[in-house]
T-cell receptor
Framework: RKEVEQDPGPFNVPEGATVAFNCTYSNSASQSFFWYRQDCRKEPKLLMSVYSSGNEDGRFTAQLNRASQYISLLIRDSKLSDSATYLCVVNMRGSASKIIFGSGTRLSIRP | GAVVSQHPSRVICKSGTSVKIECRSLDFQATTMFWYRQFPKQSLMLMATSNEGSKATYEQGVEKDKFLINHASLTLSTLTVTSAHPEDSSFYIC?????????????FGPGTRLTVL
């Protein structure tokens, strides 16, 4: 089983729709979580951190479920510019501190 | 947010030559930097973790003698692809770890596109 798993998509949704995707992680020692966005042929950019209490930034909401070991990203009122690959990132602290990337979920917003 | 630069952004070289890529954290100190490789339509693959003042830690399957990493200061890590071959052509991205804030965060450089002829 992969340490971090994401549905690769693509998710193809109309502009204005709400879309959500999940990411599961296997190591319960994971301590911090992030969503990154990567545009084609560009480097990943931090979209938001994911806190235990959940967090919201404009149209984006991230949630963490430690019991079931997954994080989610919800995008409301999607825009054409939201088309990108969304990477789930999990950080394990401690002696084997390591940051693990999911393989990404491709999102395509159509007019 | 924090800024990480990478140089060069693009390089084309002949097979057998060595290529050096620099990664700099511009407004924070990074004791740890990471080097990733990404082939077209694939995910980022961690190659190695670069630790300031000590040897890099390589992921399984990554040859340390082929991908030389030097992290000589708190703001600079270099990756040298020695005797590059066409199969080394890829997008190489570095990231620097900012542990100063409440949340340990990685910031990525813009990437270096390497083409080996």
């Amino acid at each position: 089983r992969k340490e971090v798993e994401q549905d690769p998509g693509p998710f193809n949704v109309p502009e204005g729709a709400t879309v959500a995707f999940n990411c599961t992680y296997s190591n319960s020692a994971s301590q911090s979580f992030f969503w990154y966005r990567q545009d084609c042929r560009k480097e990943p950019k931090l979209l938001m951190s994911v806190y235990s209490s959940g967090n919201e930034d404009g149209r984006f909401t991230a949630q963490l479920n430690r019991a079931s070991q997954y994080i989610s990203l919800l995008i409301r009122d999607s825009k054409l510019s939201d088309s990108a690959t969304y990477l789930c990132v999990v950080n394990m602290r401690g002696s084997a501190s390591k940051i693990i990337f999911g393989s990404g979920t491709r999102l395509s917003i159509r007019p | 947010g924090a800024v990480v630069s990478q140089h060069p952004s693009r390089v084309i070289c002949k097979s057998g030559t060595s290529v050096k890529i620099e990664c700099r954290s511009l407004d924070f100190q990074a004791t740890t930097m990471f080097w990733y490789r990404q082939f077209p339509k694939q995910s980022l693959m961690l190659m190695a973790t670069s630790n300031e003042g000590s040897k890099a830690t390589y992921e399984q399957g990554v040859e340390k003698d082929k991908f030389l990493i030097n992290h000589a200061s708190l703001t600079l890590s270099t990756l040298t692809v020695t005797s590059a071959h066409p199969e080394d052509s890829s997008f190489y991205i570095c990231s620097a770890r900012d542990q100063a804030g409440k949340v340990d965060t990685q910031y990525f450089g813009p990437g270096t596109r390497l083409t080996v002829l």
